[in-house]
């Protein structure tokens, strides 16, 4: 029987502000088994990226964290913060939205992939270097040994994207946490990046937890879905389930806007973290909607939190 590599369990992360308590996750359930990859879809501003940002242990001060989040069978939440950054990076790596923002201007390239070896790898930094340029030859960074002198600047997009997954997966890590890897990419482009990751993770064996709104880059790389909408998962299943049979009505409606049959937008808008609706929090937006919808929040049920599905 396969075990859980991460199991996420009624994970609460909210926010004092002066407009009120934002409440970005509120009683979230996901598990990843090892060599399992899982996509997390949902309009912007939903609480997506706090549940990565979770795993990682990268939130604010002020965030108000419960429940567990259990990777390899220790609560991350609880752990001394040392051991927390020896398991960041070694057994757990993250690829950021926007690449640009997480190299440092003033370092080469080369020289911030070594460094992503030698903080957690004793070894010289010749080895590191050439740990470096193997990483860089391994996510299709061409000419390695003179792009390893260059800096961030003179690397387009998508090569710092490569760049931020060479750094990410130097220590093969377990898990790969990839938040909107090719958000910032044109067309072309995130096509690479998809087949490059699809390449690394069948290769290496490593897990995925994809974060993304893009739901043809999510069917090309996962093979279970969650759904999230104002801080809940509304469904959660395998990919083929999902995306194929829908039974929430704001994934069908998610999977209708984003159709190649023209651009249907979702009437109305994801309500503010801090005011969110009585009942079902989707149902402002719902064609469905019950009188009971509009009272009680519907609990999630065989992978739906719906009125609609009582089953």
Known sequence: ME????????????????????????????????????????????????????????????????????????NLLEIPDEEMRRIRGREIGMIFEQPWTCLN??????????????????????????????????????SPRRRYG????????????????????????SLLIADEPTTALDVTVQAQIVELLQDLIAGLGTSLFLITHDLGVAAALCRKAAVMYAGEVVEYGGLE????EPRHP?????????????????????PELTRLPPGCRFHPRCPYAMEICRRERPEMKNGVRCWLWKG
């Not at 997390?40 to 108000?64: D, F, H, Q, W, Y």
């Not at 710092?160 to 750094?167: D, S």
């Open 241 to 244: 389930d999902v995306f194929g």
């Open 150 to 173: 260059q800096y961030p600047h003179e690397f387009s997009g998508g090569m710092q994207q490569r760049a931020m997954i060479a750094m990410a997966l130097a220590l093969r890590p």
């Open 250 to 270: 704001y994934t069908r409606l998610l999977l209708q806007a984003l159709s190649d049959e023209g651009f249907h937008p979702i009437k109305g808008t994801v």
């Open 3 to 74: 075990m859980d590599l991460l199991r996420i369990g009624n994970l609460h992360v909210n926010f004092p502000t002066k407009a009120g308590m934002v409440r970005a996750s509120d009683g979230v359930d996901l598990e990843i088994k090892q060599g399992e990859s899982l996509c997390l879809v949902g309009e912007s501003g939903c609480g997506k990226t706090i549940v990565a940002l979770s795993i990682m242990r990268l939130l604010p001060e002020n965030a108000k964290v419960g429940g567990e989040i259990v990777f390899k069978g220790k």
């Open 105 to 142: 201007p003033v370092f080469t390239v080369g020289d911030q992939i070594a460094e992503a070896v030698r903080v957690h790898e004793r070894c010289s930094k010749k080895e590191a270097r050439e740990r470096a340029l193997e990483l860089m030859r391994m996510v299709g960074i061409p």
